[in-house]
């Protein structure tokens, strides 16, 4: 079994910029991957970016490329996402999920273990 446990999120305006942290425990040395999805009010869940636990191989999704990155820090068994020229679409509930398994980064089915969630509100 595996925790995550989320933190960083808060309320930002338009512009800036936030910095969230997903903490890993647990079965942690098999990780294979982990991703960042957002659900927003009324919609459904979504990718935004996903990353190798030992390779470095980062996945964006379109909607956050060149304003977020996500990295890793084993030593700490941390996932960050660190989150640039925030708008208002934006805000949303980021969850951090993780997985022992290959597959696709970008699919919320390819997870098996999920954090409670930060909320993340951009005001204009």
């Known amino acids: 079994q595996v925790q995550l446990v989320e933190s960083g999120g808060g309320l930002v305006q338009a512009g800036g910029s936030l910095r969230l942290s997903c903490a890993a425990s647990g079965r942690t040395r098999s990780l294979y991957r982990m991703g960042w999805f957002r659900q927003a009010p009324g919609k459904e869940r979504e990718f935004v970016a996903g990353i190798s636990w030992s390779g470095g191989s980062t996945y964006y999704a379109d909607s956050v490329k060149g304003r977020s990155s996500i990295s890793r820090d084993n030593a700490k068994n941390t996932v960050y996402l660190q989150m640039n020229s925030l708008k208002p679409e934006d805000t949303a509930v980021y969850y951090c999920?993780?997985?022992?398994?290959?597959?696709?980064?970008?699919?919320?089915?390819?997870?098996?273990?999920w954090g409670q969630g930060t909320q993340v509100t951009v005001s204009s």
């Open positions: 999920a993780a997985t022992h398994y290959s597959g696709s980064y970008y699919l919320e089915g390819g997870y098996n273990y």
